[in-house]
């Protein structure tokens, strides 16, 4: 395949096939295309720039107010409206999750935050909040357990959003109507009033907006089209519950209960491939090799294998593969992680794959490389675990006794249940008893 065919990242220098996933930052002349990965990164410090600028800006408008001139205050307005406008992205979400609950929707998660990994988690009444490093935008994820009136519902839900911002800038600016004796505290009810409204009009604009997983229809965008959803678009709403229900019982490490609500999605839609991925991920953690690698490879008939979800099907393949620990799947796992890395080399989970395959082949420097990144990018315990074991497992092979005992110790302190750390627990066993 010729060179032009490949998109080069500018700052990680990764290579790959997914050439319209690469995306331009800077301004002319010192625009340069980045992978995904290192646009979130870029995207994340932008945010936190922007998030501690709105921290400092409500002491600059009250210097304004009290010693600006008179027609300073418009600024001072502003320049409260900052860090109103974080709080009003809350109360957004807020009203579309307490409205979706309200319907009999299962709210999963909220996410505060567009970009970077996460910095903050926990849960609040049946709800996991997440803080992403970038703290800018916010996001509701609920799904629909049942198919009765869904798409009423999801209208309602979608339209609470942008109506509680907009009930919070009437009440704003029915308080300012008293005239405070404070003037900041006028100034700060009129940005109160202009930051609910300003919210509120950007979200009614239909339009694709960025968010922390990926490119999503803005609340404007789905009022206009929700009323004429198709039974397709319906189908995909129920199946997205159940793929959040999985994901959650996979994160509880409930793997047997994720493996049934699969099976039973499964019989409903036999070609739900992202179904299929978080199945044969449950069944790797179950050991159950085989049935995942059969499910997996019956997922090739329905999906193109030149492409990212191909790719990700391909990792999962030579996870399992090289997880069972057979020689003779050695090769296809080479050849299948390979595959994904060309596709989809900035993430952590294929990079992880890629370097166990790779330490199975012998290539430790190689390896060693991948799973160092890989347990740096990764942003979840468990998942850092797997690839700190990796390391152990090259580092004695290698002969670095010493820093494969200290990785040992992180992997057990990340996750003390990693099926990969009584494998590093026997490989640095069986090096101390030969010596």
Known sequence: MSDASWAHCYACHAQS??????????????????????????QASVHQATFIFGL???????????????????????????????VATIAHELGHALTAELLGMRVFRVVLGATGKPILHWRLWKWKIDVLSGLCGALVQAGHPSQRHMRMKQFLMV???????????AVALWTAGFRPSSLIMEDVLWACCAANMLLA???LIPHMSTTAIGRAPSDGLQLLT???????TVELWRSS?????????????????????????????PTNLAIKLHMSAALCQLERFGEARDLLEDSFKDCNLDS??????????????????????????????????????WEPAIMGTRGFVLLSLGKLDEAITLLEKACDRHVTPRSKAINAAGLTIALVRQGDRDLAREMLDYARELDSQCKWVPRAEHEVLLANQLT
């Not at 994901?247 to 839609?269: D, F, H, I, M």
Request: net charge neutral; proline share 6%; hydrophobic share 50%.
């Open 17 to 42: 096939r997914w050439t319209s996933a690469f995306k331009a930052v800077g301004a002319w002349p010192y625009k340069r295309v980045v992978c995904p990965w290192c646009w979130n990164r870029h």
């Open 56 to 86: 400092i800006s409500p002491a600059i408008g009250v210097v304004l107010t009290w010693y600006g001139p008179s027609d300073a205050r418009f600024l001072a307005i502003i320049c409260f409206m900052l860090p109103i406008i974080a």
């Open 159 to 169: 339209l609470a959003g942008p109506s509680t911002n907009l009930v919070l800038a």
């Open 201 to 203: 009009v950007i979200s």
């Open 226 to 232: 929700l009323p004429f959803a198709s039974a397709g």
């Open 241 to 269: 519950f159940t793929l959040l229900q999985t994901a959650e019982e996979y994160e509880c490490r409930n793997y047997e209960s994720t493996v049934a609500l699969c099976q039973q999605e499964l019989q409903r839609n």
């Open 308 to 345: 990212p979800l191909g790719a990700l099907i391909c990792n999962n393949l030579a996870f399992a593969d090289v997880a069972s620990e057979s020689a003779e799947l050695l090769a296809d796992a080479d050849k299948r992680s390979a595959h994904a890395m060309a596709w989809i080399p």
